[in-house]
């Protein structure tokens, strides 16, 4: 698909519009009058290449800016600078995930989807000219510095980011490992702006992890979609199940904060779960664009019931994970409405070390549905909350009254423990509500499914 973008945009770019450049200002060129009478006529101000049409008076009113630049801004600017400046403003009016990747800029995003780089460790994107956090990576300096997804940044140590495209302001997030960067952020309902420190690192992702939640029950955390992220998945599930001998009873499986990454492996991720049909697919303005993604025969888990975390920062290959198994009926998704992404950025690589990232199509769940700027619905919300109990200490038991009845079985007391109890680590219910809700919609499925009666095949009838 690259070549067939580069053979399209190239000439367009670097001969159309820079001869049109030249020529424009003065007249259109005697070819651009004359025409077969059997053809279509273009409309006036407009010239035919082989591309289609070329929109003439736009082009001279942006040579005639051009020049004026030239002549009166009060700096020498060259030539270069402008056009580059030209590029990034077209792709940057478009959409905000559409960019011109200048050389650092696309080795940035090469090394990235392989989960090691430099900076903060921050996912942003821009919003009425400030950059907003969608979501801190975990484990990373901006995550430990406490920055939360939804942020909005107005300062890069001194310098106001209103004015500055993305590129220009991830620029300055970036920098020498161990030296600070002052973030000043707004918060929603923070009434005056914070000033967080921040060191940069050089950003090492460890994308899946996984833990027990209980005794039968596994979690596993996706902190972005990397190339090998399906596979290192089917590994953590593999190390749940060898823990607990085999016999899972319910997965969680984590995508809050979640931005996103490579689409084949949301399709990965998904696949594991599900034995047939569409995962996701994709409809954009050219036939390459149009793709399916559809799942291969085998359940990883077996039917295990499973529950997907998703808030805010959920985003992209987030989504399409969690609407996917929403469609199937194969996971049931809590925790708050995510991010919205719904399209599709592809890098086409240009010349000297250049690209662009340009949105190419939309993806749509299985059941049709296009979350552009809409979300995923969770199944059940359950709004990030912390949970105090109550102390029930004094409280009078039958084992507290003299000469109470012993009981026959023993005269132990309770002795199951519960998530985050051993060793006197903090419960579950006090660290994170929305986790410790999934764990136990995960044990109440089970107590259902155990307490449902099997049907039974019907009774022959006595044939006469």
């Known amino acids: 698909m690259g070549s067939r973008f580069s053979s399209l945009w190239r000439p ?22 004359e025409f077969d009478a059997d053809q279509d006529q273009p409309e006036a101000g407009q010239a035919v290449n082989n591309q289609g049409l070329l929109p003439l008076n736009e082009l001279r009113t942006f040579a005639d800016v051009f020049d004026r630049i030239k002549q009166a801004y009060v700096e020498d600017v060259d030539d270069k600078t402008l056009l580059e400046n030209a590029i990034k403003g077209m792709l940057t009016e478009l959409d905000p995930h559409s960019a011109y990747l200048e050389p650092e800029a ?30 801190p990576i975990d484990d990373t300096p901006a995550q430990k510095a406490g920055v939360m997804a939804g942020d909005l940044i107005i ?66 955390r996706l902190s972005q979609f990397q190339v090998h992220t399906g596979a290192d998945m089917i590994k953590a599930m593999g190390k749940l199940k060898k823990e607990n001998g ?33 995962v996701v697919y994709t409809k954009g303005r050219l036939p390459d664009t149009d793709m399916q993604f559809s799942a291969t025969p085998g359940d990883y888990l077996n039917g295990v019931p499973i529950v997907v975390l998703i808030n805010g920062g959920s985003a992209s290959a987030s989504e399409i994970v969690a609407g996917a198994l929403q469609d199937h ?4 998704i809590m925790g708050t409405t995510s991010f919205g992404k719904g399209s599709v950025q592809t890098v086409l690589p240009l010349h000297n070390n250049r690209a662009l990232k340009l949105t190419t199509a939309r993806y749509y769940t299985p059941g049709g549905r296009s979350i552009q700027a809409e979300g995923i619905v969770p199944d059940i919300t359950v709004e990030d909350a912390r949970l105090t109990t109550v102390e029930e200490n004094d409280r009078v038991k039958e084992a507290d009254l003299s000469g109470h009845l012993a009981n026959p079985n023993g005269d132990s007391k309770d002795g199951s423990k519960k998530a985050g109890d051993a ?17 136990n919609l995960l044990k109440a499925l089970n107590v259902l499914a155990r307490n449902t009666p099997k049907p039974t095949a019907p009774a022959a009838t006595k044939q006469e």
Not at 252 to 260: A, C, K, M, T
């Open 12 to 33: 367009f770019l670097f001969n159309g519009l820079l001869v049109s450049l030249l020529a424009l200002p003065l007249h259109a060129t005697a070819a651009d009058e």
């Open 329 to 332: 009926q194969r996971a049931v």
């Open 106 to 135: 696309y080795q940035d995003l090469q090394i990235s989807t392989t989960g090691e780089f430099g900076g903060l460790g921050i996912e942003v994107g821009m919003e009425d000219g400030f950059v907003k956090v969608i979501t």
């Open 423 to 439: 060793k006197g680590e903090p419960k579950l219910s006090e660290t994170d509500y929305q986790l410790y809700e999934a764990l």
């Open 155 to 220: 300062k890069l140590d001194d310098t106001p980011v209103k004015g500055l495209s993305l590129s220009d302001a991830v620029k300055l997030m970036r920098g020498k490992p161990g030296s600070v960067l002052k973030l000043t952020i707004m918060r929603q309902g923070v009434d005056k702006p914070l000033v967080i420190p921040v060191t940069r690192a050089v950003i090492q992702v460890q994308s899946v992890k996984q833990r027990m939640l209980d005794k039968h029950y596994g979690y596993i």
């Open 246 to 278: 085999g016999d899972l009873k319910g997965l969680v499986l984590d995508l809050r904060n979640n931005p996103g990454g490579v689409l084949q492996a949301a399709v990965d991720v998904t696949d594991a779960f599900i034995n047939e049909g569409l």
